[in-house]
């Protein structure tokens, strides 16, 4: 009997052997993802922070129609959720309703699960309040502002029972999947050694001037577990990425993606020392992150890992603006920012090259990737409904998340940083452990 479309997408979602099925999602159009589940196993969905990216993920939820059902958006900015609204609207019958306060949301008993694109310091507090109330949850990366809130989502994942899918939907696509899990086979043998990396041309954000905070935005709710500081006009609603306050540095913005397949493909958990460099280079204004930063992960003897993050400078690594690649003792394995990969021998020669026929821009900041991402999407619903093992549990997130952090802590400290690589914490140093959590606004602290 031929595979079912809802049976193929849950197999690729979970990561099965299905993905020897030659080309990426065959006789798939971008319009042939709509109904793929039975109306009677609909989930009711709110999508939290629908300016940009979960303007995007309500788009592809919206087009499973038959999959869920969107009944509440949610967002500081009045404009972002009317406009989210009616493209939804177009997509369902239904007109989901507009709240402007996350907590107001969240009392909604009809609603089964969240999805959450909110600022970085807003993630884990945010799924927090979300499990706490009932409710399933899909996070975007990074799962969390801090290494301290990653380890209480991962605790709260399992005190409530909530399934929580993490937005490295990289974890989901076919061929990358079916790469990964070559590289676990033995194809280039031992690897010891992977890279990764992102570039970009960003602009300056300039020198902000305090300003009367505009009336579409709640500022207040929108810096909601954050220390109060007043508003500027060049913090939302981008570029709040690159100041320390909010944002947690390109690193996590975009490293997270490629050093979590790394960790994935490598079979590593957490490092023995972690160092890196870098600065802000490029322009005389108020970003505070780095961009240009090399971030060095030690694994005892075993292995290491290095990411590279030029976000001024767009000079494409390897061909690509972003990529990994898996280093072994019998030949290399390179993945672009695609859903592709190449299969190298050592003396640097192509023994194999799987392609795909789906174009993905990695440099675009709302929405590279929607047709791939479906699966992941699909996989959290599956999970929801019938237990199937997540592509990205908020554990996987944790881990590729805190990584990254240490990157950030060491580049602040000046210093390599030692681990414990039985728990990803940081070994006798006062000054750095000051990182590993936050102040947060009086009432707003996130608790598990």
């Not at 240490?406 to 006062?430: E, F, H, K, Q, Y």
Request: glycine share 8%; proline share 4%; net charge neutral.
């Amino acid at each position: 009997m031929s595979t079912s479309r809802r049976d193929f997408l849950k197999k690729a979602g979970a990561g099965s052997a299905i993905l020897a099925v030659g080309g990426v999602l065959p006789g798939f159009s971008a319009s042939s993802y709509d109904r793929i589940l039975g109306a009677n196993e609909r989930v009711n969905m709110a999508i939290i922070g629908v300016n940009a990216r979960g303007d995007a993920l309500a788009k592809n939820f919206v087009r499973q129609t038959d999959a869920c059902e969107i009944v509440a958006v949610c967002d500081v900015d009045k404009r972002a959720i009317d406009n989210c609204i009616a493209t939804i609207k177009t997509a369902q019958t239904r007109t989901p309703k507009g709240e402007t306060d996350i907590r107001k949301l969240l009392d909604d008993k009809q609603i089964d699960a969240v999805a959450i694109a909110m600022p970085d310091h807003w993630h884990t507090p945010a799924a927090l309040l979300a499990m706490q109330a009932g409710k399933h949850v899909y996070l975007e990366k990074p799962v969390s502002y801090c290494p301290r809130e990653g380890e209480m989502l991962v605790e709260a994942t399992a005190k409530y029972g909530k399934v929580v899918q993490i937005g490295t939907q990289r974890r989901s696509w076919p061929k990358v999947v079916e790469a990964v899990k070559l590289v676990q086979d033995g194809i280039i043998g031992k690897v010891h050694f992977g890279k990764s990396w992102y570039v970009n041309n960003r602009d300056g954000i300039g020198v902000g001037k305090t300003a009367p905070v505009p009336d579409w935005l709640d500022w207040n709710l929108w810096q909601g577990p954050a220390p109060r500081t007043a508003y500027k006009d060049n913090i939302v609603h981008y570029n709040w990425h690159w100041f320390w306050h909010w944002g947690t540095a390109e690193t996590l913005n975009n490293g997270t993606h490629m050093v979590d397949l790394l960790l994935w493909g490598m079979n590593l958990k957490y490092p023995t020392k972690v160092s890196s460099i870098g600065g802000r280079y490029y322009y005389k204004d108020d970003w505070e992150t780095p961009d240009t930063q090399m971030v060095n992960l030690e694994f005892g003897d075993d292995a290491s890992i290095l990411w590279e993050g030029h976000s001024c400078s767009g000079k494409n690594l390897e061909g690509s603006s972003v990529g990994v690649i898996f280093y072994g003792d019998k030949g290399s394995v390179y993945i672009s920012g695609g859903n592709d990969y190449k299969i190298f021998d050592k003396r640097n020669n192509v023994i194999s090259e799987v392609k795909s026929d789906i174009v993905i821009d990695p440099q675009n900041r709302v929405n590279p990737s929607d047709q791939l991402d479906i699966i992941h999407i699909v996989n959290f619903f599956d999970a929801i409904r019938t237990g199937v093992a997540l592509a990205a549990p908020a554990e996987a997130g944790h881990k590729a998340t805190l990584v990254m952090q240490l990157g950030n802590i060491s580049l602040r400290t000046g210093r390599t940083l030692a681990i414990n690589p039985a728990d990803g914490r940081i070994v006798n140093d006062s000054e750095a452990q000051q990182f590993w959590s936050r102040t947060y606004e009086p009432g707003w602290e996130p608790k598990v």
